[in-house]
Nanobody
Framework: QVHLVESGGGLVQAGDSLRLSCTVSGRTSETYGMGWFRQAPGKEREFVSGISRYGRITDYADSVKGRFTIARDSAETLSLQMNRLKPEDTAVYYC????????????????????WGQGTQVTVSS
């Protein structure tokens, strides 16, 4: 099992930036991709970004493309740099360890991910 802990969430104003981090530990040998997902109040959890094991492949939801950047900072750390934040980015953000790289074009991307963090709240005020 993979243990994931997110950090870095908070309350910011529209246009500000935040950097989320996810610390990864445990049995990572079968983790070939990782991802960030988010869930806004009253909505289903949705894909935000995915990255391959060594960071060579990345993918983003259309809604965050050009504003968010995912990175494997190390074998133990995943990050999500979020710039030019909008009120509609308000959600609980989860990192996930996946058997393949989750992508925005795959409607079942969430099903690729077996291990999840507890989530970190991001609130963007207008």
């Amino acid at each position: 099992q993979v243990h994931l802990v997110e950090s870095g969430g908070g309350l910011v104003q529209a246009g500000d930036s935040l950097r989320l981090s996810c610390t990864v530990s445990g049995r990572t040998s079968e983790t070939y991709g990782m991802g960030w997902f988010r869930q806004a109040p009253g909505k289903e959890r949705e894909f935000v970004s995915g990255i391959s094991r060594y960071g060579r492949i990345t993918d983003y939801a259309d809604s965050v493309k050009g504003r968010f950047t995912i990175a494997r900072d190390s074998a133990e750390t995943l990050s999500l740099q979020m710039n030019r934040l909008k009120p509609e980015d308000t959600a609980v953000y989860y990192c996930a360890a996946c058997t393949r790289v989750p992508t925005g074009s795959d409607p079942s991307a969430e099903g690729l991910c077996n291990d999840w963090g507890q989530g970190t709240q991001v609130t963007v005020s207008s």
